[in-house]
DNA sequence: TTGACATTTGACCTATTGGTAGGTAAGATA
DNA sequence: TATCTTACCTACCAATAGGTCAAATGTCAA
Protein backbone atom coordinates (compact mmCIF):
# COMPACT_ATOMS: atom_id res chain seq x y z
CA UNK A 1 0.00 0.00 0.00
CA UNK A 2 1.24 3.20 1.18
CA UNK A 3 5.31 3.15 2.05
CA UNK A 4 5.06 6.85 3.18
CA UNK A 5 2.03 7.37 5.54
CA UNK A 6 2.55 5.99 8.89
CA UNK A 7 -0.83 5.93 9.98
CA UNK A 8 -1.42 3.40 6.97
CA UNK A 9 1.07 1.03 7.90
CA UNK A 10 0.35 1.27 11.50
CA UNK A 11 -3.09 -0.03 10.52
CA UNK A 12 -2.08 -2.24 7.68
CA UNK A 13 0.14 -4.23 10.46
CA UNK A 14 -2.45 -3.92 12.92
CA UNK A 15 -5.06 -5.23 10.67
CA UNK A 16 -2.74 -8.17 9.87
CA UNK A 17 -2.20 -9.09 13.30
CA UNK A 18 -5.75 -8.88 14.26
CA UNK A 19 -6.89 -11.51 11.11
CA UNK A 20 -3.68 -13.63 12.14
CA UNK A 21 -4.87 -13.72 15.43
CA UNK A 22 -7.46 -11.79 16.94
CA UNK A 23 -7.93 -8.41 19.31
CA UNK A 24 -6.23 -9.83 21.79
CA UNK A 25 -3.62 -11.89 20.26
CA UNK A 26 -1.62 -8.80 19.83
CA UNK A 27 0.21 -6.11 21.18
CA UNK A 28 1.80 -2.70 21.00
CA UNK A 29 4.91 -4.05 21.05
CA UNK A 30 4.09 -6.22 18.40
CA UNK A 31 3.26 -3.76 15.80
CA UNK A 32 6.49 -1.67 17.47
CA UNK A 33 8.56 -4.38 16.28
CA UNK A 34 7.16 -4.72 12.93
CA UNK A 35 7.13 -1.33 11.65
CA UNK A 36 10.17 0.28 13.41
CA UNK A 37 8.46 2.62 15.82
CA UNK A 38 8.31 2.98 20.17
CA UNK A 39 5.29 2.18 21.28
CA UNK A 40 5.02 5.34 23.09
CA UNK A 41 4.55 7.04 19.03
CA UNK A 42 1.93 4.83 18.26
CA UNK A 43 0.03 5.91 21.06
CA UNK A 44 0.25 9.25 19.35
CA UNK A 45 -1.58 7.98 16.46
CA UNK A 46 -3.97 5.39 18.36
CA UNK A 47 -4.24 6.85 21.94
CA UNK A 48 -6.06 3.05 23.20
CA UNK A 49 -5.95 0.48 21.72
CA UNK A 50 -9.71 0.75 21.19
CA UNK A 51 -9.01 3.73 18.82
CA UNK A 52 -6.99 1.63 16.70
CA UNK A 53 -9.60 -1.05 16.16
CA UNK A 54 -11.97 1.79 15.80
CA UNK A 55 -9.82 3.13 12.92
CA UNK A 56 -9.14 -0.34 11.70
CA UNK A 57 -13.09 -0.94 10.84
CA UNK A 58 -13.71 2.72 9.60
CA UNK A 59 -10.92 2.49 7.16
CA UNK A 60 -12.14 -0.98 6.15
CA UNK A 61 -15.16 -0.07 5.25
CA UNK A 62 -13.34 2.25 2.88
CA UNK A 63 -11.50 -0.01 1.41
CA UNK A 64 -14.95 -2.49 0.98
CA UNK A 65 -16.47 0.77 -0.38
CA UNK A 66 -13.90 1.20 -3.03
CA UNK A 67 -13.67 -2.21 -3.68
CA UNK A 68 -17.33 -2.80 -4.45
CA UNK A 69 -17.07 0.37 -7.03
CA UNK A 70 -14.01 -1.44 -8.65
CA UNK A 71 -16.39 -4.68 -9.01
CA UNK A 72 -18.91 -2.38 -10.48
CA UNK A 73 -17.04 -0.82 -12.39
CA UNK A 74 -15.26 -4.37 -13.82
CA UNK A 75 -18.33 -5.72 -15.42
CA UNK A 76 -22.19 -5.67 -15.43
CA UNK A 77 -23.05 -9.58 -14.75
CA UNK A 78 -24.26 -9.89 -11.06
CA UNK A 79 -22.99 -13.78 -10.92
CA UNK A 80 -19.55 -12.40 -12.37
CA UNK A 81 -19.28 -9.73 -9.81
CA UNK A 82 -20.48 -12.94 -6.82
CA UNK A 83 -17.20 -14.41 -8.00
CA UNK A 84 -15.37 -11.73 -7.95
CA UNK A 85 -16.13 -10.90 -4.42
CA UNK A 86 -15.31 -14.27 -3.34
CA UNK A 87 -12.11 -14.11 -5.15
CA UNK A 88 -11.35 -10.59 -3.43
CA UNK A 89 -11.42 -12.49 0.14
CA UNK A 90 -9.76 -15.40 -1.20
CA UNK A 91 -6.27 -13.02 -1.08
CA UNK A 92 -6.83 -12.67 2.47
CA UNK A 93 -7.32 -16.99 2.71
CA UNK A 94 -4.11 -17.22 1.13
CA UNK A 95 -2.26 -15.20 3.29
CA UNK A 96 -3.54 -17.38 6.27
CA UNK A 97 -6.23 -13.90 7.45
CA UNK A 98 -9.39 -13.92 8.42
CA UNK A 99 -12.04 -10.98 7.34
CA UNK A 100 -11.79 -8.50 9.35
CA UNK A 101 -15.40 -8.75 10.61
CA UNK A 102 -14.92 -12.45 11.40
CA UNK A 103 -11.54 -11.46 13.45
CA UNK A 104 -13.22 -8.85 15.31
CA UNK A 105 -16.41 -10.86 15.72
CA UNK A 106 -14.79 -13.45 17.14
CA UNK A 107 -13.54 -11.31 19.85
CA UNK A 108 -16.78 -8.95 20.41
CA UNK A 109 -16.76 -9.44 23.72
CA UNK A 110 -13.41 -7.46 24.52
CA UNK A 111 -14.75 -4.47 22.09
CA UNK A 112 -16.45 -1.46 22.66
CA UNK A 113 -19.81 -0.83 22.39
CA UNK A 114 -19.09 2.05 19.18
CA UNK A 115 -16.90 -0.68 17.86
CA UNK A 116 -19.35 -3.35 18.18
CA UNK A 117 -21.43 -1.00 16.11
CA UNK A 118 -19.23 -0.23 13.14
CA UNK A 119 -18.81 -4.13 12.63
CA UNK A 120 -22.30 -4.03 12.41
CA UNK A 121 -22.22 -1.18 9.53
CA UNK A 122 -19.34 -3.13 8.17
CA UNK A 123 -21.30 -6.21 7.50
CA UNK A 124 -24.45 -4.38 6.40
CA UNK A 125 -22.02 -2.51 3.62
CA UNK A 126 -21.44 -6.50 2.63
CA UNK A 127 -24.85 -7.23 2.41
CA UNK A 128 -26.57 -4.17 0.84
CA UNK A 129 -23.98 -4.54 -2.15
CA UNK A 130 -25.06 -8.43 -2.43
CA UNK A 131 -28.32 -7.69 -2.41
CA UNK A 132 -27.97 -5.50 -5.01
CA UNK A 133 -26.82 -8.21 -7.34
CA UNK A 134 -29.29 -10.56 -6.21
CA UNK A 135 -31.94 -8.76 -7.18
CA UNK A 136 -30.96 -7.90 -10.89
CA UNK A 137 -30.77 -11.70 -10.77
CA UNK A 138 -33.96 -11.84 -9.54
CA UNK A 139 -33.65 -14.14 -6.26
CA UNK A 140 -36.54 -13.39 -3.86
CA UNK A 141 -35.88 -12.26 -0.74
CA UNK A 142 -32.23 -10.70 -1.85
CA UNK A 143 -31.59 -9.25 1.66
CA UNK A 144 -31.92 -12.50 3.73
CA UNK A 145 -30.20 -14.39 0.70
CA UNK A 146 -27.20 -12.15 0.79
CA UNK A 147 -26.77 -12.59 4.74
CA UNK A 148 -26.72 -16.16 4.03
CA UNK A 149 -23.87 -15.32 1.85
CA UNK A 150 -22.19 -13.23 3.53
CA UNK A 151 -22.31 -15.79 6.67
CA UNK A 152 -21.07 -18.41 4.42
CA UNK A 153 -18.25 -17.24 2.72
CA UNK A 154 -17.39 -16.02 6.29
CA UNK A 155 -17.24 -19.24 7.41
CA UNK A 156 -15.42 -20.69 4.35
CA UNK A 157 -12.59 -18.48 5.85
CA UNK A 158 -13.23 -19.83 8.97
CA UNK A 159 -12.74 -23.04 7.97
CA UNK A 160 -10.20 -22.79 5.69
CA UNK A 161 -7.91 -21.05 8.31
CA UNK A 162 -9.02 -24.14 10.65
CA UNK A 163 -7.42 -26.49 7.65
CA UNK A 164 -4.56 -23.75 6.97
CA UNK A 165 -5.92 -24.82 2.98
CA UNK A 166 -7.34 -22.45 0.60
CA UNK A 167 -8.97 -24.93 -1.23
CA UNK A 168 -11.59 -25.45 1.59
CA UNK A 169 -12.44 -21.94 1.00
CA UNK A 170 -12.91 -22.12 -2.82
CA UNK A 171 -14.97 -25.01 -3.03
CA UNK A 172 -16.87 -24.08 -0.37
CA UNK A 173 -17.56 -20.55 -2.10
CA UNK A 174 -18.15 -22.62 -5.57
CA UNK A 175 -20.76 -24.62 -4.05
CA UNK A 176 -22.27 -21.40 -2.11
CA UNK A 177 -22.81 -19.73 -6.14
CA UNK A 178 -24.11 -23.06 -7.67
CA UNK A 179 -26.91 -21.92 -5.45
CA UNK A 180 -27.56 -18.95 -7.22
CA UNK B 1 -23.71 -30.01 34.07
CA UNK B 2 -21.43 -31.29 37.04
CA UNK B 3 -21.53 -29.47 40.08
CA UNK B 4 -19.08 -31.97 41.73
CA UNK B 5 -15.86 -32.58 39.52
CA UNK B 6 -13.15 -29.97 39.53
CA UNK B 7 -11.83 -30.58 35.97
CA UNK B 8 -15.32 -30.49 34.68
CA UNK B 9 -16.32 -26.94 36.30
CA UNK B 10 -12.73 -25.90 35.27
CA UNK B 11 -13.53 -26.57 31.67
CA UNK B 12 -16.96 -25.78 31.63
CA UNK B 13 -16.05 -21.94 32.75
CA UNK B 14 -12.89 -22.19 30.41
CA UNK B 15 -15.29 -23.04 27.30
CA UNK B 16 -17.65 -20.24 27.95
CA UNK B 17 -14.93 -17.40 28.29
CA UNK B 18 -13.42 -19.20 25.09
CA UNK B 19 -16.64 -18.17 23.24
CA UNK B 20 -17.49 -14.88 24.48
CA UNK B 21 -13.79 -13.39 24.23
CA UNK B 22 -11.39 -16.04 22.06
CA UNK B 23 -9.03 -17.29 23.58
CA UNK B 24 -6.40 -14.67 24.73
CA UNK B 25 -9.23 -12.98 25.65
CA UNK B 26 -9.48 -14.21 29.11
CA UNK B 27 -6.58 -15.66 32.02
CA UNK B 28 -6.42 -17.99 34.66
CA UNK B 29 -7.06 -15.39 37.25
CA UNK B 30 -10.74 -15.23 35.27
CA UNK B 31 -11.50 -18.49 36.08
CA UNK B 32 -10.13 -18.70 39.42
CA UNK B 33 -12.39 -15.62 40.20
CA UNK B 34 -15.47 -17.90 38.71
CA UNK B 35 -14.67 -20.97 39.89
CA UNK B 36 -13.41 -20.11 43.74
CA UNK B 37 -9.85 -21.65 43.22
CA UNK B 38 -6.82 -20.50 42.83
CA UNK B 39 -4.83 -19.78 40.35
CA UNK B 40 -1.95 -22.39 41.00
CA UNK B 41 -4.96 -25.10 41.32
CA UNK B 42 -6.00 -24.46 37.87
CA UNK B 43 -2.39 -25.31 36.56
CA UNK B 44 -2.57 -28.41 38.86
CA UNK B 45 -4.92 -29.25 36.31
CA UNK B 46 -3.57 -27.96 33.51
CA UNK B 47 -0.25 -26.75 33.67
CA UNK B 48 -0.51 -24.76 31.11
CA UNK B 49 -3.02 -22.74 28.86
CA UNK B 50 -2.55 -24.84 26.21
CA UNK B 51 -3.18 -28.01 27.95
CA UNK B 52 -6.32 -26.38 28.47
CA UNK B 53 -7.52 -25.60 25.23
CA UNK B 54 -6.58 -29.40 24.02
CA UNK B 55 -8.77 -30.80 26.47
CA UNK B 56 -11.40 -28.27 25.90
CA UNK B 57 -11.47 -29.56 21.61
CA UNK B 58 -11.08 -33.20 23.27
CA UNK B 59 -13.86 -33.05 25.41
CA UNK B 60 -15.59 -31.00 22.93
CA UNK B 61 -15.52 -33.60 20.23
CA UNK B 62 -16.64 -36.24 22.87
CA UNK B 63 -19.82 -33.83 23.43
CA UNK B 64 -20.38 -33.63 19.65
CA UNK B 65 -20.46 -37.06 19.60
CA UNK B 66 -22.76 -37.37 22.04
CA UNK B 67 -25.17 -34.79 20.61
CA UNK B 68 -25.07 -36.77 17.44
CA UNK B 69 -25.94 -39.54 18.94
CA UNK B 70 -28.47 -38.33 20.46
CA UNK B 71 -29.92 -36.66 17.32
CA UNK B 72 -29.77 -39.79 16.03
CA UNK B 73 -31.82 -41.50 18.28
CA UNK B 74 -34.56 -38.76 18.14
CA UNK B 75 -35.12 -39.16 15.17
CA UNK B 76 -34.82 -41.22 11.73
CA UNK B 77 -35.65 -37.99 9.14
CA UNK B 78 -32.53 -36.69 7.87
CA UNK B 79 -33.96 -33.12 7.35
CA UNK B 80 -35.48 -33.17 11.00
CA UNK B 81 -32.52 -33.74 12.27
CA UNK B 82 -30.29 -31.00 10.09
CA UNK B 83 -33.03 -28.85 11.76
CA UNK B 84 -31.90 -30.48 15.28
CA UNK B 85 -28.20 -29.32 14.44
CA UNK B 86 -28.94 -25.88 13.97
CA UNK B 87 -30.85 -25.89 17.43
CA UNK B 88 -28.73 -27.53 19.13
CA UNK B 89 -26.06 -24.47 17.53
CA UNK B 90 -28.86 -21.81 18.58
CA UNK B 91 -28.70 -22.19 22.41
CA UNK B 92 -24.83 -21.26 22.64
CA UNK B 93 -25.71 -18.30 20.44
CA UNK B 94 -28.52 -17.35 22.82
CA UNK B 95 -26.14 -16.62 25.21
CA UNK B 96 -24.21 -14.50 22.74
CA UNK B 97 -21.65 -17.28 22.81
CA UNK B 98 -19.70 -19.06 19.41
CA UNK B 99 -19.17 -22.93 18.51
CA UNK B 100 -16.04 -23.53 20.25
CA UNK B 101 -14.81 -24.23 16.73
CA UNK B 102 -15.39 -20.37 15.44
CA UNK B 103 -14.06 -19.51 18.41
CA UNK B 104 -10.62 -21.29 18.38
CA UNK B 105 -10.07 -21.25 14.58
CA UNK B 106 -10.59 -16.94 14.62
CA UNK B 107 -7.18 -17.00 17.48
CA UNK B 108 -5.80 -20.32 15.07
CA UNK B 109 -2.41 -18.29 15.21
CA UNK B 110 -1.79 -18.58 19.13
CA UNK B 111 -2.12 -21.98 19.11
CA UNK B 112 0.11 -24.89 18.95
CA UNK B 113 -0.35 -27.41 15.94
CA UNK B 114 -1.73 -30.30 17.95
CA UNK B 115 -4.65 -28.06 19.18
CA UNK B 116 -5.18 -27.05 15.39
CA UNK B 117 -5.28 -30.58 14.57
CA UNK B 118 -7.61 -31.24 16.85
CA UNK B 119 -9.90 -28.06 15.83
CA UNK B 120 -9.49 -29.82 12.63
CA UNK B 121 -11.19 -32.88 13.85
CA UNK B 122 -13.91 -31.23 15.50
CA UNK B 123 -14.80 -29.62 12.01
CA UNK B 124 -14.26 -33.47 10.37
CA UNK B 125 -16.96 -35.02 13.24
CA UNK B 126 -19.13 -32.67 12.16
CA UNK B 127 -18.43 -32.78 8.19
CA UNK B 128 -19.26 -36.40 8.82
CA UNK B 129 -22.10 -36.49 10.68
CA UNK B 130 -23.59 -34.05 7.90
CA UNK B 131 -22.50 -35.79 5.37
CA UNK B 132 -24.33 -39.01 6.21
CA UNK B 133 -27.49 -37.45 6.64
CA UNK B 134 -26.84 -35.52 3.75
CA UNK B 135 -26.16 -38.91 1.98
CA UNK B 136 -29.93 -40.15 3.20
CA UNK B 137 -31.51 -37.17 1.27
CA UNK B 138 -29.62 -38.26 -1.67
CA UNK B 139 -27.95 -35.31 -2.20
CA UNK B 140 -25.01 -34.76 -4.54
CA UNK B 141 -21.69 -34.60 -3.30
CA UNK B 142 -22.70 -34.68 -0.09
CA UNK B 143 -19.15 -34.11 1.80
CA UNK B 144 -19.10 -30.88 -0.53
CA UNK B 145 -22.36 -30.00 0.83
CA UNK B 146 -21.36 -30.74 4.06
CA UNK B 147 -18.62 -28.34 4.56
CA UNK B 148 -21.26 -25.93 3.00
CA UNK B 149 -23.34 -26.37 5.77
CA UNK B 150 -20.85 -26.37 8.28
CA UNK B 151 -19.49 -23.02 6.99
CA UNK B 152 -23.23 -21.53 7.05
CA UNK B 153 -23.98 -22.40 10.85
CA UNK B 154 -20.36 -21.01 11.92
CA UNK B 155 -20.49 -17.76 9.96
CA UNK B 156 -24.48 -17.40 11.00
CA UNK B 157 -22.91 -17.52 14.53
CA UNK B 158 -20.26 -15.12 14.00
CA UNK B 159 -22.97 -12.66 12.33
CA UNK B 160 -25.42 -13.18 15.66
CA UNK B 161 -22.24 -12.75 17.74
CA UNK B 162 -21.84 -9.51 16.06
CA UNK B 163 -25.27 -8.40 15.74
CA UNK B 164 -26.00 -9.80 19.19
CA UNK B 165 -29.22 -11.06 18.15
CA UNK B 166 -30.59 -14.71 17.68
CA UNK B 167 -32.86 -13.57 15.14
CA UNK B 168 -29.71 -13.25 12.44
CA UNK B 169 -28.85 -16.89 13.21
CA UNK B 170 -32.14 -18.38 12.93
CA UNK B 171 -32.83 -16.78 9.88
CA UNK B 172 -29.46 -17.67 8.56
CA UNK B 173 -30.04 -21.42 9.33
CA UNK B 174 -33.55 -21.23 8.00
CA UNK B 175 -32.94 -20.43 4.61
CA UNK B 176 -30.01 -22.88 4.60
CA UNK B 177 -32.27 -25.40 5.39
CA UNK B 178 -34.35 -24.46 2.43
CA UNK B 179 -31.22 -25.18 0.14
CA UNK B 180 -31.84 -28.78 1.12
C1' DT C 1 16.21 33.11 13.30
C1' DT C 2 12.69 32.38 15.75
C1' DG C 3 8.51 30.66 17.41
C1' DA C 4 4.86 27.34 16.94
C1' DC C 5 3.43 23.04 16.26
C1' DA C 6 3.97 18.14 14.87
C1' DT C 7 6.37 14.04 15.72
C1' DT C 8 9.16 10.86 18.18
C1' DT C 9 11.72 9.30 21.95
C1' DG C 10 13.59 7.24 26.51
C1' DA C 11 12.24 6.38 30.90
C1' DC C 12 8.87 4.96 33.53
C1' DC C 13 4.35 3.22 35.65
C1' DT C 14 0.85 -0.04 37.36
C1' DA C 15 -1.69 -4.14 36.59
C1' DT C 16 -1.85 -8.45 34.78
C1' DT C 17 0.01 -12.30 32.33
C1' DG C 18 1.26 -17.34 32.42
C1' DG C 19 3.80 -19.93 35.41
C1' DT C 20 6.80 -21.77 39.56
C1' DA C 21 8.42 -22.97 44.41
C1' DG C 22 7.45 -24.89 48.36
C1' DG C 23 4.35 -26.35 51.61
C1' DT C 24 0.22 -28.63 53.90
C1' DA C 25 -3.86 -31.40 55.27
C1' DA C 26 -6.37 -35.55 54.11
C1' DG C 27 -6.55 -39.98 52.50
C1' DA C 28 -4.77 -44.16 50.39
C1' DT C 29 -1.28 -47.74 50.48
C1' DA C 30 2.41 -50.48 52.26
C1' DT D 1 3.14 -46.80 61.62
C1' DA D 2 5.53 -44.98 57.74
C1' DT D 3 5.22 -43.40 53.29
C1' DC D 4 3.09 -41.86 49.11
C1' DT D 5 -0.38 -39.40 46.49
C1' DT D 6 -4.00 -36.19 45.66
C1' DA D 7 -5.67 -31.75 45.92
C1' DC D 8 -5.20 -27.83 47.08
C1' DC D 9 -2.80 -23.46 49.26
C1' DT D 10 0.37 -18.94 50.03
C1' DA D 11 3.90 -16.48 48.23
C1' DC D 12 6.36 -15.35 44.59
C1' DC D 13 8.53 -14.60 39.79
C1' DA D 14 9.95 -12.56 35.19
C1' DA D 15 7.73 -10.88 31.31
C1' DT D 16 4.41 -8.35 29.10
C1' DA D 17 0.22 -5.66 28.91
C1' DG D 18 -1.66 -0.99 27.89
C1' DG D 19 -0.49 3.49 28.91
C1' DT D 20 1.82 8.20 30.57
C1' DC D 21 4.99 12.09 30.54
C1' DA D 22 8.58 15.31 29.95
C1' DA D 23 12.06 16.12 26.97
C1' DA D 24 14.13 16.08 22.46
C1' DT D 25 13.86 16.61 17.56
C1' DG D 26 11.91 17.80 13.07
C1' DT D 27 9.33 21.06 10.05
C1' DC D 28 7.94 25.17 8.30
C1' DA D 29 6.11 29.78 8.00
C1' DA D 30 6.82 34.64 9.52
Chains 1, 2 share one sequence.
Not at 16 to 43: C, E, M, W
Request: proline letters at 2%; hydrophobic letters at 40%.
Amino acid sequence: MSQTNITDRLLDEAQRLVQLGGFNGFSYADISKAIGITKPSIHYYFPTKQDLALELLRRYRRQLQNGFEWLNSSTQDPKARLTLYIQFFAGLVKDGRLCLCAALAADAGSLSAQIQLELQGALEDKKTWLAQNLTVLKISEPNRQAALFVATVEGAMLLARAYNDLATYNTICQDLLEHF
